[in-house]
T-cell receptor
Framework: AQSVAQPEDQVNVAEGNPLTVKCTYS??????LFWYVQYPNRGLQFLLK??????LVKGSYGFEAEFNKSQTSFHLKKPSALVSDSALYFC???????????????FGRGTQLTVWP | DGGITQSPKYLFRKEGQNVTLSCEQN?????MYWYRQDPGQGLRLIYY???????QKGDIAEGYSVSREKKESFPLTVTSAQKNPTAFYLC?????????FGPGTRLTVT
């Protein structure tokens, strides 16, 4: 069965400091991993994805994530946090054939990131 | 929020009434999804559809119904059988597994 765990409900970090939002997953076969961000009363916005290739994936707004197969993790990182990064972050996983829409996404419960000035 | 629209943004209904939430996409995506979001519970899948005239139940389908008569449209009906319908509802469409989300509809039932 597919599942995602985001062990921290909240992450607080000072502006300018590096941030990490943690995600671990369980999936049958090769994982396709995603990070999304949600601002209040809005839909989810895509940040980045890992399908195959380089374990370090770069995405929107300066975010990156590192795929670690042995630890089944896909932590989201940013070298220098901004106040505007404050939002709800979701990790998601799916298994399926590359290029196919088959295979639903399984989401974590979300991590609320707060960046204080 | 891309080419996916959900209307209305806020919806109020009395208990016992059915209500239909609209979701339209112009991205030519085959797959569409409905999620329910409650505080602290993340996103839970209600229904999804891979192609026109076909759909599958997700994890919390009880009290909900859908139709997929057109590729562009995937309306969700919240029936009176849904015990706790007040929530934020998100629609998504997908291509190559990557999902694109609409802006959401906040439904309040009193």
């Amino acid at each position: 069965a597919q599942s995602v765990a985001q062990p921290e409900d909240q992450v607080n970090v000072a502006e300018g400091n590096p941030l990490t939002v943690k995600c671990t997953y369980s999936v049958s076969g090769n994982p396709y991993l995603f990070w999304y961000v949600q601002y209040p009363n809005r839909g989810l916005q895509f940040l980045l994805k890992y399908i195959t290739g380089d374990n370090l994936v770069k995405g929107s707004y300066g975010f990156e994530a590192e795929f670690n197969k042995s630890q089944t993790s896909f932590h989201l990182k940013k070298p220098s946090a901004l106040v505007s990064d404050s939002a709800l972050y979701f990790c998601a996983v799916r298994a399926g054939h590359r290029g196919s829409t088959l295979g639903r996404l399984y989401f974590g419960r979300g991590t609320q990131l707060t960046v204080w000035p | 929020d891309g080419g996916i629209t959900q209307s209305p943004k806020y919806l109020f209904r009395k208990e016992g009434q059915n209500v239909t939430l609209s979701c339209e996409q112009n991205l030519n995506h085959d797959a569409m999804y409905w999620y329910r979001q409650d505080p602290g519970q993340g996103l839970r899948l209600i229904y999804y559809s891979q192609i026109v005239n076909d759909f599958q139940k997700g994890d919390i389908a009880e009290g909900y119904s859908v139709s997929r008569e057109k590729k562009e449209s995937f309306p969700l009906t919240v029936t009176s059988a849904q015990k706790n319908p007040t929530a934020f509802y998100l629609c998504a469409s997908a291509k190559s597994g990557e999902q694109y989300f609409g802006p959401g509809t906040r439904l309040t039932v009193t």
